[in-house]
């Protein structure tokens, strides 16, 4: 893998989807963790990237942008951010990372996937109106989502919504956001919100898998990474790390 | 953990957050303009993020004259009916009306646009007052800071639509950038003077000079014909591109606009940016406006 130095631009040079303007990872960022720390890819072909490594800083981890096979080595876990699922899924094939990202998961990385990163854990997905929707996923999840289940952007809302496992509820927020429609007997589900159709499934694990149909790296509150870095230093993975005090 | 601490027991739409949430899901992508549900599904099948609908495209606009407005709601629906990433729609400046529609269609952004032709000359869409989130074109920082001062929930440096030309959208694109570099230079009692300077509100002029970037996502348009003019408005610093007459009015759309794709998501590593940039067939012919002063400039809309 060659390392790729190329001359800076003026405002520096970055692999983050949207981090030209945002100094806030510059080049003299340095994480403020504990030697031993887990390390978490985010991929970064599309999407709120730069959210999730922020987020999982707070949450303990350090945060790593993935765009090629060679940026998946030495991760302990994956985040599958928010954008555009079908976008995301066209180029995890153009940039040749779905056969490898599969296989890492088959062998037991844990991967946190939100909104669109939600849908790509899925083994199915569905349009709004339930019927059926030809796109790359990557799978993992024995689940079905409905996508844009909670309808266009003029119905994307916040609210608050209590996560099993959390003290407090989250603030929740849900853009263009999915619903998963059937679950398989090995997810469990951790969070339902109230629809005009009864409530629905928002967030679920299965594993070391865990889906959320909202938006916790829109907000301040890490707990949602906090719960995905528990079960990264929980899971079995092939690089053997000291516990963390 | 601030957020937990506001109780809001009723869900909320048409928040700030989530307004601009939405384009925060589109950074590192590409908004492609279509006129037909062909091309929207072209568009969404080239890994397009989102897709703008309108009557036609800026180049047509161009060359044929007369008023261009919103589009045929029915073109907007068939278009929504047929891709399912992300629908936006223009609007012309100030016609809060046409914006009303577009909302009640459902569409998921507005883009109050100076391609059409302005609705009112003095006054933007008051864009707080809407549900559906707004887009807003902008030449230099103090008219990207007064459409957020309506409530626009992202920007995009104008460019010179439908000239196929880089050069205007550098130009803007270099001036909101160092607009923020200059803001963050600036001492605190020096900001009041400075916001009158931008003629913008002075909590945004306050809040970009504290956190050194925009408080929304900064796409660019307006002229990107290139897998090279895509990856290098990445390279200056926009989360995003918009790209209207340059995929449709080039030989091959659907080759032309993969390319523009993945220049966008590797726009930082030139083996990939020479590989996509091969065989695209011809790029539109594009207009060189500094050699025709009788030539319209778009982006003088506005205010």
């Known amino acids: 893998m060659t390392t790729r130095h190329f001359p800076p631009p003026a405002l520096g040079r970055s692999r983050v989807p949207g981090e030209g303007l945002l100094d806030d990872r510059g080049p003299h960022f340095r994480p403020t963790v504990l030697a031993g720390a887990p390390r978490i890819g985010v991929l970064a072909l599309q999407g709120d990237v730069l959210e999730h490594l922020r987020l999982l800083d707070v949450a303990g981890a350090v945060g790593a942008p993935v765009q090629t096979t060679a940026d998946l080595d030495g991760l302990d876990g994956l985040v599958l951010p928010g954008g555009e699922s079908t976008t995301i899924g066209t180029l995890l094939e153009l940039h040749n990372l779905l056969g490898p990202l599969r296989q890492r998961i088959d062998a037991g990385l844990p991967v946190f996937g939100t909104c669109a990163g939600a849908i790509l854990l899925a083994r199915r997905a569905l349009r709004h109106d339930g019927t059926p929707v030809e796109q790359t996923l990557v799978g993992g999840m024995d689940m079905v989502v409905r996508r844009n289940a909670f309808g266009r952007q003029v119905a994307s809302f916040e609210a608050d919504l209590d996560v099993t496992g959390l003290t407090a509820p989250m603030h929740a927020v849900f853009i263009r956001a999915p619903w998963i429609e059937e679950a398989g007997s090995e997810v469990e589900v951790l969070a339902t919100a109230d629809t005009d159709l009864g409530p629905r499934v928002v967030v679920a694990r299965q594993g070391a898998l865990l889906a959320s149909a909202f938006h916790p790296e829109l907000t301040d509150d890490p707990r949602l990474h906090h719960l995905f870095v528990r079960l990264v230093e929980e899971a079995e993975t092939p690089r053997k790390r000291p516990v963390r005090c | ?303």
């Open chain 2, 1 to 303: 953990m601030s957020d937990a601490h506001i109780p809001s027991p009723q869900p909320s739409t048409g928040t700030d957050r989530v307004k601009r949430g939405l384009a925060d899901m589109l950074k590192g992508g590409v908004i492609m303009d279509v006129v037909t549900p062909e091309q929207a599904r072209i568009a969404e099948a080239a890994g397009a993020v989102a897709v703008m609908a309108l009557e036609r495209v800026p180049a047509d606009i161009r060359s044929q004259g007369g008023v261009a407005r919103m589009s045929d709601p029915d073109m907007v629906e068939a278009i929504m009916d047929a891709v399912s990433v992300p629908v936006m729609a223009k609007a012309r400046i100030g016609h809060f009306v046409e914006a009303q529609i577009l909302q009640s269609l459902g569409v998921d952004y507005v883009d109050e646009s100076e391609v059409l032709t302005p609705a009112d000359e003095a006054h933007h869409i008051d864009k707080h007052a809407f549900t559906v989130p707004f887009v807003c074109g902008a030449t230099n920082l103090g008219e990207a800071l007064r459409r957020l001062g309506e409530g626009a929930a992202m920007i995009r440096s104008k460019g010179e639509a439908g000239t196929g030309n880089v050069v205007e959208a550098v130009r803007h694109m270099r001036a909101i950038a160092g607009g923020i570099r200059r803001l963050g230079a600036l001492a605190g009692e020096e900001l009041y003077a400075e916001a009158k300077n931008l003629q913008a509100p002075y909590e945004i002029v306050a809040e970009v000079a504290r956190t050194g970037r925009l408080p929304v996502v900064l796409f660019t348009a307006g002229g990107v014909a290139t897998p090279a003019d895509a990856a290098m408005m990445m390279q200056l610093g926009a989360d995003g591109v918009f790209v209207g007459s340059g995929i449709f009015k080039s030989d091959e759309p659907a080759k032309r606009a993969r390319a523009i794709v993945l220049a966008t998501t590797s726009y930082d590593d030139p083996d990939v940016l020479a590989k996509v940039s091969r065989d695209l067939g011809e790029a539109m012919v594009g207009l060189n406006l500094e050699a025709d002063p009788q030539a319209e400039r778009l982006a003088v809309r506005g205010w």
